[in-house]
């Protein structure tokens, strides 16, 4: 069975729970009677084990309190088509597994209509949105730091490849003011030249198109398991109270029908990169002025 995002969540909380207790897998194994080969694929995500049957996992472990009841709620609904979290904790736990995704993925698609995609964004430009956004200032540090080590999925020696669908308008929001913004579009540039990244720009005047609708993201990696590499795609979207992850064939495809489309109205990344330089050029000859 293919594994769902939140599956893979619940394995990973799993197995950062034994070995943080520094346990191996046969003890919890001879624990509660289970074989370490079952134990392995509930770690990685492969199969999924029933509540009670976590619950029987943490209990080994000595895991209570707050750790315990935020990997209980992993435990519900790994086999849904969606995956919505609405509180703090569920939206940190599947932000944990959205980058997971991200570092293993071998394809990466960002829709950004408003705002530079967190993959290429500054220091500056990240620290200004979390500021803006109210981030305690004391967490704004490492979440700037957590943000650009993302960086890691398109930099490595094998990275992803990743197409960037990035709307007029986000180039117009001056986030972080002029200095900043100037640094960001420098930065977007010599993203662009890297051979794994295609960067189009989609203009205003283009018409209606499903970017319009909001930013997305979609990822596609392979997964590797014990008898094979397992292909698997999902589409990752924020709103302002909640996240949604999507993994089932048929909502991934209508993501990738409207990848087309705004492929269709977007500017070429030869066109891109000159219509980037020319707004660049513009701010740099206005702050001298």
Same mark, same amino acid.
């Given at each position: ?105 071998? !394809? @990466? $698609? ?6 530079? /995609? &967190? *993959? ?5 430009? #990240? ?72 960067? !189009? @720009? $989609? ?6 198109? /499903? &970017? *319009? ?5 979609? #990822? ?70």
């Amino acid at each position: 069975m293919a594994r769902t995002p939140k599956a893979r969540a619940l394995g990973a909380a799993l197995r950062q729970a034994r070995e943080g207790k520094g346990m191996f897998l046969r003890e919890i194994g001879a624990a509660i009677n289970r074989d370490i080969g079952v134990l392995s694929r509930w770690e990685t995500g492969e199969r999924t084990p029933k509540p009670e049957q976590v619950a029987q996992i943490l209990t080994t472990l000595g895991i209570n309190g707050e750790d315990y009841e935020q990997i209980m709620t992993l435990a519900y609904g790994t086999d849904e088509s969606q995956w919505v979290a609405t509180t703090l904790p569920e939206q940190r736990q599947q932000m944990a597994a959205y980058v997971d995704w991200e570092q293993n993925a071998t !394809r @990466i $698609v960002e829709v950004a209509p408003l705002l530079i /995609p &967190g *993959l290429l964004q500054t220091n500056d430009y #990240i620290r200004a949105i979390m500021t803006a956004g109210g981030v305690p200032q004391g967490e704004i540090a490492s979440r700037v730091t957590t943000r650009i080590g993302r960086r890691e999925a398109i930099t490595k020696h094998r990275p992803a490849n990743l197409l960037v669908l990035l709307g007029q308008g986000a180039l117009n929001q001056e986030i972080g003011g002029q200095e900043a913004m100037v640094e960001q579009l420098q930065h977007l540039l010599e993203m662009a030249a890297r051979p794994n990244i295609e960067l !189009r @720009i $989609v203009p205003d005047r283009c018409g209606w198109h /499903p &970017g *319009l609708e909001g930013a997305f993201a979609l #990822i596609e990696s392979k997964h590797a398991t014990k008898n094979k590499a397992t292909a698997t795609s999902i589409v990752f979207m924020e709103t302002r109270r909640s996240v949604l992850m999507l993994h089932e064939d048929y909502d991934v495809d209508a993501y990738r029908q409207a990848i087309d489309k705004i492929m269709k109205v977007s500017l070429t990344p030869v066109a891109s990169t000159k219509f980037i330089k020319g707004f660049l050029n513009r701010m740099e000859k206005s702050s001298v002025n």
